[in-house]
């Protein structure tokens, strides 16, 4: 998994961010093994005192070698400190890590 970057609605870079906001938490996954793999791909939101604001997982299968960039939108309802983590893993079933978890410091206007 490519480090998380943060998108507007066109998939553009962004480095400023508001509250009502539509942010877009992209990263490009790779499967490098031989073999099919099964993944759901999550996106959390904490809030300054570590409570959850947001979570969303987008689940899906890649062939060996296949890239795929994969993004889930949060639309901040108030200004603050937040930490994004992005996290890969085989399954929301089957819980088994695929990635470490990236965590990204926020700050919303």
Known sequence: MTQPIMV??????VSSFHAGQQIGIESTLTNNGQSEQKFAYMVQVLGSNGETQY????????????????????????????TIEV???????????????????????
Do not use: H, R
């Open 55 to 82: 979570f969303e997982s987008t689940s899906a299968a890649m062939l060996p070698s296949q890239a795929f960039t994969t993004s889930q939108v949060w639309i901040p309802k108030s200004t603050g400190q937040y």
């Open 8 to 13: 507007d609605t066109s998939g553009q870079k």
């Open 87 to 109: 996290f890969v893993w085989s399954s929301l079933s089957s819980p088994i890590p695929l990635t470490n978890v990236s965590q990204i410091p926020l700050t919303v206007t």
